[in-house]
């Protein structure tokens, strides 16, 4: 997932690590740091009302960084 550049995935790794939600910060795919706009989301287990709930904490959080409103999808 590739968010707007004013999204840090590591300081959201780090802050909904605190609510025990656990992403993958892009930067850890790339030898030269790159990618800190961006994670990777894990789908190898049942999709259920407690992924629906970190999605939505994530979705926050990122909006929140983003200075956009939640809901409110940017094209490009």
Do not use: W
Not at 14 to 28: K, S
Not at 53 to 63: D, E
């Amino acid at each position: 997932v590739e968010f707007p550049p004013g999204v840090d995935s590591v300081a959201l790794f780090h802050q909904l690590l605190e609510e025990q939600i656990c992403l993958t910060p892009g930067t850890l795919y790339s030898p030269s740091g790159r990618y800190r706009n961006a994670l990777r989301l894990s789908c190898c287990y049942p999709f259920n009302a407690r992924y629906t709930l970190a999605l939505a904490r994530l979705g926050a959080r990122a909006c929140e960084m983003s200075g956009l409103p939640p809901g409110i999808a940017q094209d490009g």
